[in-house]
């Protein structure tokens, strides 16, 4: 029997949709089911597959923890959209394992694949992912060094679907991953660290660590291992 791993993506961004789609397919090794969280279907052009589906409407004003928190916060009605809408634990509730994919993140196509293994041994595992990275500047390709002072990082990681905080904080716009991260370790459960799964994009359109505000002194390797196809695939202005 195949493993099916929920992959949870969060997007305002419709000009990122066919890159975050190739980090999704590439995964080997498991099969995948996607829950995207983005703006009305219609207005942010995504085209829905049979294994995807729209899990909360995803408004231009609102954070991540909007979306994910108790839905108060959302004008346009958290919940008449989709049924599955009550947060993380609801969304993947079907699924043994999940993992987050930011719509501008490089995943390897194996990280799905060697954190569920290392999962299926040791049933006492709850996340298998990596704790240092690089920012790779999509202008030039070079890269920026970081190790994540919180052990883990949170959208180059995979999940057991157990112990897991229900939601994000609704009352967070910015780093409500690292919320939800620090409250799932509060838990302190058992994670394993492998190497070299996830990569940041830099570029005019983030979030935190914008394109104009870090350095880029590590040179081009980290950035070679985003092959070329997946390069014509970041939007440019």
Not at 65 to 80: A, K, L, M, Y
Not at 163 to 173: D, G, W
């Amino acid at each position: 029997m195949s493993i099916v791993v929920a992959c949870l993506v969060c997007t305002n961004r419709p000009e990122w949709e066919p890159f975050w789609r190739h980090q999704i397919a590439k995964q080997r090794g498991v099969e995948t089911v996607t829950f995207v969280d983005a703006r009305p279907a219609k207005e942010a052009n995504i085209a829905m597959k049979r294994t995807e589906l729209l899990w909360k409407v995803f408004n231009t004003e609102m954070s991540c923890g909007d979306c994910h928190g108790d839905g108060s916060n959302n004008p346009h009605g958290i919940g008449t959209e989709c049924q599955a809408c009550d947060g993380i634990g609801t969304v993947t509730s079907a699924f043994d394992y999940f993992a987050f994919f930011d719509d501008d993140d490089w995943s390897d196509m194996d990280r799905l694949a060697i954190g569920v293994a290392y999962m299926q041994r040791d049933p006492n595992i709850f996340a298998v992912g990596s704790r240092d990275s690089h920012f790779v500047n999509v202008r030039t390709r070079e890269s920026r060094y970081y190790e994540a002072p919180e052990g883990i990082i949170f959208n180059g990681a995979v999940f057991r679907n157990r112990k897991i905080p229900p939601s994000f904080n609704a009352a967070l716009t910015v780093g409500e991953d690292t919320a939800w991260l620090q409250a799932w370790q509060a838990n302190k459960p058992t994670y394993i660290i492998t190497p070299g799964q996830h990569l940041w994009l830099s570029h005019e359109r983030n979030t935190t660590n914008r394109i104009t505000e870090h350095a880029f002194e590590d040179g081009q390797l980290a950035g070679k291992r985003i092959s070329e196809e997946e390069w014509s695939l970041i939007p440019h202005p």
